[in-house]
């Protein structure tokens, strides 16, 4: 199944934030090594796209990227497009990340046993 990459805005921008952040902070070739790591990850989503894991928003998942599994991908299969939605730091607040947020109120009841 090969799916078209579409990249939302806001992720070019929160990607160009991650990678300018880890060349200032760490050099050059920990920036292009994130690169490298966020393009094979792409390319493993376009060719497994229901790897990810399925958010609390309907019709999107998201995979883990990164040597420290720091940032999240969040992406949705549109017919023959891949749109990748955001990349979003997973150290920071969980309740501001949009794609945890929840309808569920209670997630396991008696019922379910």
Not at 12 to 32: D, H, M, P, V
Not at 59 to 79: A, D, L, M, W
Request: a positive charge; zero cysteines; charged letters at 25%.
């Amino acid at each position: 199944m090969d799916l078209q990459i579409v990249a939302k805005k806001r992720f070019l921008n929160s990607f160009q934030k991650i990678t300018s952040r880890l060349n200032k902070e760490w050099g050059k070739k920990t920036a292009e090594d994130f690169n490298t790591i966020v393009i094979r990850k792409l390319d493993l989503i376009v060719s497994q796209p229901y790897i990810g894991k399925q958010t609390a928003v309907k019709n999107t998942r998201s995979v883990v990227v990164g040597k420290g599994h720091q940032n999240k991908i969040y992406y949705r299969i549109e017919k023959s497009k891949l749109v990748i939605i955001n990349m979003i730091d997973t150290r920071k607040n969980p309740k501001k990340n949009p794609f945890n947020k929840s309808t569920w109120t209670n997630a396991f009841t008696p019922s379910m046993f």
